[in-house]
């Protein structure tokens, strides 16, 4: 924690209030990202890579776009089918691979049935660096390939025309797929509203950091949502006139995208794209309500399955949890949660028949160090990050895998990366965070700054309708604040006197207050 008392203004940051300056010095940014704050501008990335995909995209005949099941995946889609559309390419189609029959990737199948449907080019997007049988089998059969992937390059690359972050200047060597399409459009002079909006939630989506040319994509995009009707996603959030941030595309937007992929046995993310792409109201308002309702089926699932798993834990240093119930496409979710809720490591698997496939989660311990230090021999595959991963267990290696995760984890040291909480012991106004928030876009990177608040009293405790509750406060400046996790009990909520969390301005509520964390 940090007393406001001992901050100094970062006197770099210029037009700004002495409160919004103080806070500010907590990140301890770079003068260039300074200057993003100061200046926003817009940069023209510039390479050969961006060149070569316009110029596919230009040459192209019947194309086909393969893409991927997550918000960057089907935005990237969109965006490379509007460019072609917008070069006047008569025949163009795209396919998203189903989640749980098909799996990650571009699969030789897929291309063998572009060709037999006589398309001639085909452009792989959000995917496509390890691709290397499937683009060869393009090549093969006299088709014309192209690769617009952001994904960890390792060995060589398939051989074709590839644009990959890594190629670009530092402003953009970390972006999505829909970053990069933007990009593309941007260098062809396509941009327009879709193509802008498109890019923002890809880059939100994939938790892109919100610096260099993501932070002017998010911004930009953010600008023509906030301006401009675009029906396509004003239908997926009642906003009550709410401003469309990092953060409502985050938690209102991206997951409902990603909720009809994860729901590949219930809808087709094919549709997804569809809705992105149509122009026809009556098209968009009727899907958006089946998008909706596959939204709430996917929580209600997810809500059962994470009941199912904390039956299943038991007290090891990572929880373990396996099931033939589990929902496929739900299951990083549920770790997520029983994670959230332990504080430990948790691996939430689905009983198949020859493998336990499934997701861990953590927050505090490096999965990816965690698992590379098993016995290949374990795996029928795996992959992910330090605190996301995902894998494939054979079955008659399970006990083994088991027994041996929990010894290795004992040998691994924790990561605790919390963000530092801001202690004000005087009353912060909706002007004080108004001004701090036209230092938007806030996300990954950047992230909004913690507050710790103490000195009140909590007069009651209501329940949310199963997904937390409101701390209603007695003579305090804030009303109330609220805490979006039902596990905790009204009597441990209505004993704490200090809360860690966030603050936010709704237009017709006023100034808010999300609790993270709280001491008793």
Not at 3 to 26: A, C, G
Not at 504 to 517: E, K, M, Q, Y
């Amino acid at each position: 924690m940090i007393h406001y008392d001992n901050l100094k203004e970062d006197t770099r940051l210029l037009h700004h209030s002495e409160f919004v300056r103080k806070i500010i010095s907590v990140y301890d940014l770079s003068d260039a990202q300074i200057d993003q704050l100061n200046k926003p501008t817009v940069k023209i990335i510039q390479h050969d890579s961006i060149d070569k995909i316009a110029s596919f995209l230009k040459q192209s005949e019947h194309l086909m776009i393969c893409g991927d099941y997550d918000a960057d995946g089907v935005s990237a889609t969109s965006i490379a089918y509007l460019l072609a559309k917008k070069l006047n390419k008569e025949k163009v189609g795209y396919y998203i691979p189903h989640r749980f029959d098909e799996g990650y990737g571009v699969s030789c199948n897929t291309i063998q049935l572009a060709h037999d449907k006589g398309y001639t080019d085909v452009l792989i997007v959000d995917t496509g660096v390890k691709a290397h049988d499937a683009v060869n089998l393009a090549l093969s059969l006299g088709m014309r390939v192209a690769i617009v992937d952001h994904h960890l390059i390792e060995g060589t690359l398939p051989n074709c025309d590839i644009l990959h972050p890594s190629f670009l200047e530092s402003y953009a060597n970390n972006m999505s797929a829909g970053g990069l399409m933007f990009v593309v459009a941007e260098s062809m002079h396509l941009l327009d509203d879709k193509i802008m909006a498109y890019g923002a939630i890809s880059t939100i989506g994939d938790v892109m950091p919100l610096w260099g040319k993501n932070r002017e994509i998010v911004m930009r995009g953010l600008e023509v949502l906030n301006k401009r009707p675009l029906i396509n996603i004003d239908a997926l959030w009642k906003r009550y006139n709410a401003p469309y941030t990092a953060k409502t595309i985050g938690f209102q937007i991206v997951p409902k995208i990603n909720a009809v992929g994860r729901m590949a046995d219930r809808v087709n993310m094919n549709t997804m794209v569809q809705y992105l792409i149509t122009d026809d109201e009556t098209s968009i308002r009727h899907y958006a309500n089946q998008v909706l309702k596959i939204n709430t089926l996917r929580k209600e699932i997810g809500k059962d399955d994470a009941k199912h798993a904390l039956s299943l834990i038991k007290d090891d240093p990572i929880h373990i949890v396996a099931s033939e119930h589990f929902h496929e496409g739900l299951m990083g979710i549920v770790a997520n949660q029983i994670m959230s809720k332990t504080g430990v490591p948790t691996l939430v698997l689905k009983e198949k028949k020859t493998v336990y496939k499934g997701s861990a989660r953590s927050s505090s311990i490096s999965l990816k160090d965690l698992f590379s230090k098993l016995n290949e021999k374990y795996f029928d595959g795996f992959g992910g990050h330090d605190f996301a991963f995902g894998l494939s267990v054979k079955k008659e290696y399970f006990d083994d895998f088991v027994k041996d995760v929990n010894q290795e984890i004992l040998h691994l040291e924790a990561h605790h990366n919390l963000k530092p909480s801001i202690y004000c012991d005087f009353e912060i106004t909706d002007k004080m965070i108004r001004d701090l928030f036209e230092l938007e876009p806030f996300g990954e990177g950047f992230e909004v700054p913690t507050f710790m608040l103490s000195g009140f009293e909590i007069d009651d405790v209501v329940a949310l309708n199963g997904y937390g509750y409101k701390c209603i406060f007695r003579n305090y400046y804030l009303k109330d604040a609220v805490i979006f996790n039902p596990n905790l009990s009204k009597e441990t909520l209505m004993n704490i006197h200090a809360i860690y969390g966030t603050f936010d301005v709704h237009p017709r509520f006023g100034l808010s207050f999300s609790i993270d964390t709280f001491d008793v």
